[in-house]
């Protein structure tokens, strides 16, 4: 139940404040309960009771799962923490006051705050994009606004035309996806990557080589060193080598980098390229009660790509950190391995597997892929019975 604010500021607890509903999050509100913190009272802010999983997204939008699976239940969670959730944007941080500013509701004290509010895939820059567009992220616009589109798309007998910005392997990852979905409705889509350079920079030559298969299998276009300079209600204009062109749309996602929100900026805080930079125990570099994990965070000692693999593995550091300091302890060091398991879904459940430079596919790694999502959320929505202590 949530918690009133006067409540909250009335209590001796100290108070941790948990910005954003993010993956390290959701992990520490679910061992709080069996590992917390005496005299501390634990409240997560989120706009939202839920957040998605990223990791389903591809499969969700391909069809293979539900929109209740893609979502994880943070009141839910906030209960069992016996902490609270305020559903509320924040939009700053007053140092000063150790107080959270929030889009409606009054300031929220903090004691320790931790942020994990993930990015944007807002292209403030490109005319038109707010207006016709939709960001790959954060996913849960992205979610519902291409659940309206195939359902549109369902008493149409035209086929649709989808364009994504970027051609990363998350934009790919959503090419595959969308082209698989509106492929198995019976439609013939036109689906099209652009990417500024040359698509799927970030996994070895082998996974580059055999993904580009997979999207001339599924017909995507793709568009490379091409620019993206305008966006209407039915079409792009894009200019490649000295000509331009348009593209007609029905559906546009923009999926190029990953941008960090504007009031971060605003915080005082040190940034790298605007993301928030942190040390090794994932405390802020200018600010020791504040702490930010996940994508909105720069790793100053070990720079990482913006994945969430690291904030999942970040999580059980943020919780014993934040327990070290509030009792005055050593904190521990976030050391991030420099390659990970990269899985890529293929649209159909396929998918491929990109680490040390070797990459397989097939559905066996989707099958993978299924169990490693599956038990991550599992570990969210079973949560153990805790009996209650004293009489």
Same mark, same amino acid.
């Given at each position: 139940?949530?918690?009133p ?10 108070n ?6 993010g993956?390290a999050?959701?992990l ?19 706009p939202?009771?839920?957040? @998605?999983y990223?990791?389903m997204?591809? #499969?969700?939008? *391909? /069809? ?7 979502? $994880?239940? &943070?009141?839910k969670?906030?209960?069992f ?6 559903v509320d944007k924040a939009?700053?941080i ?11 509701g ?7 705050c931790s942020?994990n509010?993930?990015v ?11 207006d016709?567009?939709v960001?790959?992220k ?11 589109f ?9 086929? @649709?035309s989808v364009?994504i910005?970027? #051609?990363?392997? *998350? /934009?790919?990852e ?5 082209s $698989?979905? &509106?492929?198995r409705?019976?439609h013939n889509p ?6 500024t350079s ?6 070895g030559?082998a ?9 001339t299998?599924?017909?995507i ?19 490649h080598n ?6 007609q ?5 923009g999926?190029?980098?990953a941008h ?5 900026s ?5 940034t790298t390229n605007?993301f928030?930079?942190? /040390? ?5 570099t200018?600010?020791p009660n ?13 720079p990482?790509p ?13 919780l014993?950190?934040?327990k ?6 050593k904190?521990?060091?976030?050391d ?10 293929l649209?159909?459940?396929s998918?491929g ?20 999502d599956r038990?991550f ?15």
């Amino acid at each position: 139940m949530e918690q009133p604010l006067e409540a909250l500021t009335a209590t001796p607890n100290k108070n941790i404040v948990l910005v954003g509903g993010g993956h390290a999050h959701a992990l520490v509100l679910r061992s709080w309960r069996t590992e917390p913190a005496a005299g501390a009272h634990l409240t997560v802010i989120n706009p939202s009771t839920t957040a @998605p999983y990223t990791g389903m997204l591809p #499969g969700y939008i *391909a /069809g293979h799962y539900r929109r209740d699976e893609l979502d $994880y239940d &943070l009141q839910k969670l906030a209960q069992f923490a016996e902490g609270n959730l305020i559903v509320d944007k924040a939009i700053g941080i007053d140092r000063q006051t150790q107080t959270i500013t929030l889009e409606k509701g009054p300031p929220v004290p903090y004691d320790i705050c931790s942020i994990n509010i993930g990015v944007t895939s807002v292209s403030n820059q490109l005319p038109g994009f707010s207006d016709h567009a939709v960001p790959a992220k954060p996913l849960g616009p992205l979610a519902t606004r291409w659940t309206e589109f195939v359902h549109k798309w369902a008493t149409r007998s035209d086929q @649709p035309s989808v364009a994504i910005i970027g #051609g990363g392997v *998350a /934009g790919c990852e959503l090419a595959m996806a969308m082209s $698989y979905r &509106l492929r198995r409705d019976g439609h013939n889509p036109k689906v099209s990557v652009f990417d500024t350079s040359s698509i799927l920079n970030e996994v070895g030559q082998a996974a580059r080589r055999k993904l580009r298969i997979e999207l001339t299998n599924l017909d995507i276009d793709i568009r490379e060193h091409t620019n993206v300079d305008a966006i209407t209600h039915d079409h792009l204009s894009f200019s490649h080598n000295g000509s331009n062109g348009q593209l007609q749309t029905d559906f546009i996602v923009g999926a190029a980098g990953a941008h960090p929100f504007q009031w971060i900026s605003e915080l005082g805080l040190a940034t790298t390229n605007g993301f928030i930079d942190v /040390g090794e125990t994932l405390q802020t570099t200018t600010d020791p009660n504040i702490f930010a994990v996940g994508d909105c965070a720069h790793l100053t000692h070990a720079p990482r790509p913006k994945a969430g693999v690291f904030a999942v593995r970040q999580a059980p550091y943020l919780l014993k950190n934040i327990k070290a300091t509030l009792q005055g302890a050593k904190l521990e060091t976030f050391d991030p391995q420099t390659d990970y398991l990269k899985l890529v879904s293929l649209g159909k459940k396929s998918a491929g597997a990109d680490k040390f430079g070797r990459f397989t596919k097939g559905g066996i790694v989707w099958q993978l892929k299924d169990r490693i999502d599956r038990k991550f959320m599992s570990r969210l929505e079973d949560l153990p019975t805790i009996e209650p202590s004293g009489p």
